[in-house]
């Protein structure tokens, strides 16, 4: 167990308080259970990095343990290069702990949840 540092944990809350509109319609379908998994929202996971000296934590939008599956939410400012890195970073360390990341597109959810949904039945 990792203790999660004060910086992390502002950010947490702010990320849990200012939730994008695309954020709060996916999260609606996804608590409790109703896609029969539990997720967890905006909730700080630790990840081994090569610097094993340096803590590493990552915050991902959603998060079902049960099934190793990582839900990023992407929105305009996705499409930056440096923000793409970054992206690509945090999946790769991830991936490296068997766990899957779905990227799914704000516009998508906002004008097509039914299939974002039937996107992530399917994986589970």
Same mark, same amino acid.
């Given at each position: 167990m990792y203790i999660v540092p004060n910086n992390i944990i502002e950010i947490?809350?702010?990320l849990r308080l200012?939730?994008?509109?695309s954020e709060k319609k996916i999260w609606n379908e996804l608590r409790n259970k109703k896609l029969w998994?539990?997720?967890l929202r905006q909730n700080p996971m630790y990840v081994f990095t090569e610097?094993?000296?340096?803590? $590493?934590?990552?915050?991902?939008?959603f998060y079902c343990k049960e099934? @190793?599956?990582?839900?990023? /939410?992407?929105?305009?400012?996705?499409n930056l290069?440096?923000?793409?890195?970054?992206?690509?970073?945090k999946e790769k360390l991830v991936n490296n702990l068997w766990i899957k990341v779905? $990227?799914?597109k704000n516009e998508d959810i906002l004008n097509n949840l039914? @299939?974002?949904?039937?996107? /992530?039945?399917?994986?589970l």
């Open positions: 947490w809350r702010k200012n939730m994008t509109e998994v539990k997720f610097n094993n000296w340096l803590n $590493r934590f990552i915050i991902p939008d099934k @190793n599956l990582i839900l990023e /939410i992407d929105w305009n400012i996705h290069e440096e923000v793409l890195e970054l992206d690509l970073e779905i $990227r799914i039914y @299939n974002v949904l039937n996107k /992530i039945k399917i994986y």
